[in-house]
């Protein structure tokens, strides 16, 4: 049961677009459409910001998108703002029904 | 509102057990899966545990597994993870956190209670 691997950190300007990765295996995010995304602000809770790998749950910006190919899952930050400076973090069902998150990507703006 | 209020953590010596609780409402309880989560100080996040609706299903991380058990409450709005042969390890700040199933995410989360084990 290994973290699912991210970029440690990721940098954009504000009003640029950045892409978060997320590699997995053929076992979790390869097999399942069950790939979600978080958001961590310091100090707070995570907030579900993706499900089922493309959707957001109501309220969330349309700023973030996100996709899958194969054993990889990608989080995008378009339009990139200063409340988008967080710690981002994936997850994913896997084959022995448990779940999986990623190792966390710091967003920072430059 | 919906609310998760973890409540339970505290400083233990290694080897000792804790109990974490959570009680919580805004929504009704038997309608959802539940699970914990933690991260240890500077960390990333762990999976830990969830329990199906009745907690006919409960599923362990391998890291905690034999050592953790989960259980819920339903009538009493509540679930908890006993915590057994604690390691220096499982210091973190663990979460209370309402997994949809609809949505195969976890949508709702508490604020955090800290477990520090040390001697």
């Known amino acids: 049961q290994s973290a699912l691997t991210q970029p440690a950190s990721v940098s954009g300007s504000p009003g640029q677009s950045i892409t978060i990765s997320c590699t997995g295996t053929s076992n979790d995010i390869g097999v399942y459409d069950y790939v979600s995304w978080y958001q961590q602000h310091p100090g707070k809770a995570p907030q579900l910001m993706i499900y089922?790998?493309?959707n957001r749950p109501s309220g969330i910006s349309d700023r973030f998108s996100a996709s899958k190919s194969g054993n990889t899952a990608s989080l995008t930050i378009s339009g990139l703002q200063a409340e988008d400076e967080a710690d981002y973090y994936c997850s994913s069902y896997t084959t022995n029904s448990l779940y999986v998150f990623g190792t966390g990507t710091k967003v920072s703006l430059l | 509102q919906v609310q998760l209020v973890e409540s339970g953590g505290g400083l233990v010596k290694p080897g000792g057990s804790l109990r974490l609780s959570c009680a919580v409402s805004?929504?009704?309880?038997?309608?959802?899966?539940m699970s914990w989560i933690r991260q240890s100080p500077g960390k990333g996040l762990e999976w830990v545990s969830y329990?199906?609706?009745?907690?006919?299903?409960?599923y362990y991380a391998d890291s905690v597994r034999g050592r953790f058990t989960i259980s819920r409450d339903n009538a009493k709005n509540s679930l908890y993870l006993q915590m057994n042969s604690l390691r220096a390890d499982d210091t973190a700040l663990y979460y209370c956190?309402?997994?949809?199933?609809?949505?195969?995410?976890?949508?709702?989360w508490g604020q955090g209670t800290m477990v520090t084990v040390s001697s």
């Open positions: 805004g929504f009704t309880l038997i309608d959802y899966y």
């Open positions: 089922h790998v493309t």
């Open positions: 329990i199906s609706y009745s907690g006919n299903a409960i």
């Open positions: 956190v309402r997994l949809d199933r609809s949505l195969d995410g976890f949508d709702m």
